[in-house]
């Protein structure tokens, strides 16, 4: 009976061997499905989280630049001027003190214009044909031009030689007036105002070079507040500090004149704030999310630091500050699903009833309370005797902040209403250099000091007490008082900005080093991997070998037994 082949080991199968490169493959893929692929997930949840953390920072900020623009004080600082009439036109500066005013225009300022007494043919027409040089002078103030006259001059070549000489404060030219003799030499002032009129004084006496005055050169003059100005334009930058006025004609009415804060486009600017607020917190609602029942899962989902992002915007928003008041008394609301809202015609009133107030409430103030010294009552001027004298207080027997008061007389017998107002005049006097302001008491018999800016100011000299004052110290003070939108602001800058503090950057470094820490550890699973599987590598090979060698061995017994036993092919 025929012997039939045998695997030996169990190793071969019809003389392949299993100990293959596939078995160590399918052996590798399945350690790195424990090993690796768990790495692998907490990565591809990192990039994911990566992804959406950048989306979240660029809508942070910007929800925080339309939320800074009601905590900027340039919003505020905008102005609009109303005026009764055209006959002035008034300009105001952004940022100064809303105020009212009446002006009436009595007058124009002018230049001074004059003409030659002599009208020509043409500007070619010779002006002087004399063979004597003369010489035409243009006095204007205390400078003087000197024109050179020549035989054979046209009209022309003067108008030419005045430009020229008085470099534009005089300005000569030739109208064309009509009639056989149409062409007149005009002399005009660049500048309005008497200080610019001028005369003019030719050194012949030659009658066409004669000039006459057409238009005198005359000052501005209009009534401000009830007191008359002059000025030598009709453009006035100089009465008050920021604005300018503009004379447009002569009027016998009053122009009433207001500068108010302008406010006009807010609404706008809220409407654009309140639609960056929904897609700020509907974001964060879509990465924090969370479905039970293997529902969908937001990347920071159990995330507290971006859940108290949520949370904290809305409390500054919606919540009430100290003084009781919220956005939901300007026209804002929250429905049910925290979408907010906002009614513009409500905010408008609000706007329109107290614009410094909702300035205040949305970005703050600064409340100062002055410091202050209310002085004695100050002596009439009486000697030991009961006869009244002078009284001599010099310079710097006195000082504030430092600073030497001036010399102060107070005459014989005067009252202490007449010693307050020197006294108030005197501290007065230096109100730049120490800050410190005087005013009277009611009754007029002593004088008050403040800085309205809360600043200390000091009081010290040896004849203090002889003007009602006391040596010392006195402080004022300074609070702030935060607004709605200065609160979200501050809180903003924690999130998002420069800076390795802020929240975002904060979880932003978190994940990049997460990130790190992940490859790493894959990377160091698959160098073990690779070398355990190419030690495996070389054993199957030396396993083989050795199996390769049984089989052949065997394979000549199989032969010799087959022979013996007659099996035949």
Do not use: C, W
């Not at 149409?182 to 009658?207: C, H, M, W």
């Not at 928003?317 to 699903?337: A, T």
């Amino acid at each position: 009976m025929a012997v039939g082949s045998v695997s030996m080991l169990g190793a071969s199968f019809g003389g392949q061997s299993q100990l293959n490169a596939d078995m160590i493959d399918k052996l590798k893929e399945a350690d790195k499905s424990v090993m690796i692929r768990p790495h692998e997930r907490r990565l591809e949840k990192v990039f994911a989280q990566q992804e959406d953390h950048a989306k979240l920072e660029k809508q942070l900020e910007a929800f925080r630049q339309s939320a800074g623009v009601f905590s900027s004080a340039s919003t505020y600082l905008k102005r609009e001027v109303h005026a009764s009439s055209d006959a002035v036109t008034v300009r105001a500066q952004d940022g100064i003190t809303p105020q009212e005013m009446t002006i009436r225009v009595d007058q124009l300022a002018r230049n001074s214009v004059q003409q030659m007494g002599t009208a020509y043919k043409s500007m070619e027409t010779m002006i002087y044909a004399g063979s004597e040089p003369k010489s035409m002078t243009i006095t204007q103030g205390e400078e003087s031009f000197e024109i050179p006259i020549t035989g054979g001059m046209t009209l022309g070549e003067l108008r030419d030689r005045i430009n020229d000489a008085t470099g534009g404060k005089i300005t000569a030219s030739i109208l064309n007036t009509g009639g056989e003799e149409p062409y007149q030499l005009i002399l005009r002032s660049e500048g309005t105002g008497v200080k610019n009129d001028f005369t003019v004084e030719y050194s012949g006496a030659d009658e066409g070079f004669e000039f006459e005055t057409i238009q005198a050169a005359q000052d501005a003059k209009f009534v401000y507040n009830g007191v008359t100005i002059t000025r030598g334009e009709n453009r006035v930058s100089d009465l008050i500090s920021g604005v300018t006025l503009e004379l447009n004609r002569a009027d016998e009415l009053d122009t009433r004149v207001s500068i108010e804060q302008s406010l006009g486009n807010l609404d706008e600017e809220m409407h654009a704030f309140v639609e960056s607020y929904n897609e700020t917190v509907k974001l964060i609602n879509e990465l924090t999310k969370f479905e039970p029942d293997g529902g969908d899962r937001g990347s920071f989902q159990g995330d507290n630091r971006v859940n108290q992002i949520r949370t904290q915007i809305t409390r500054l928003v919606i919540g009430q500050n100290e003084e009781g008041r919220s956005l939901i008394d300007y026209g804002f609301s929250l429905n049910d699903q925290g979408v907010m809202s906002f009614d513009s015609s409500s905010f408008s009133a609000k706007m329109a009833e107290d614009p410094e107030g909702l300035e205040r409430f949305l970005r703050g103030s600064v409340d100062v309370t002055p410091s202050e010294m209310v002085g004695r009552t100050i002596p009439a001027t009486r000697g030991e005797d009961g006869e009244f004298e002078e009284l001599t207080i010099g310079a710097g027997a006195v000082r504030i902040n430092g600073v030497a008061l001036p010399e102060i007389e107070f005459a014989a017998g005067n009252s202490s209403q007449d010693n307050a107002v020197l006294v108030l005049s005197a501290i007065n006097s230096i109100t730049a250099q120490t800050g410190v302001e005087a005013r009277l008491s009611q009754a007029g018999d002593r004088v008050i000091l403040s800085d309205s800016s809360g600043r200390s100011f000091t009081i010290d000299g040896t004849m203090s007490q002889h003007l009602g004052l006391r040596n010392g110290s006195y402080a004022g003070s300074e609070e702030d008082f935060e607004g709605v939108f200065s609160r979200l602001d501050n809180y903003m800058a924690t999130l998002v900005g420069i800076g390795e503090e802020r929240t975002l950057n904060l979880i932003e470094t978190q994940l990049r080093n997460e990130e790190k820490s992940i490859t790493d550890n894959i990377q160091r699973t698959l160098d073990r991997l690779n070398a355990k599987y190419s030690t495996m590598a070389q054993q199957f090979a030396a396993y083989n070998s050795m199996i390769s060698r049984y089989e052949a061995a065997f394979s000549g017994m199989q032969m010799h037994i087959d022979a013996m036993s007659g099996k035949k092919d």
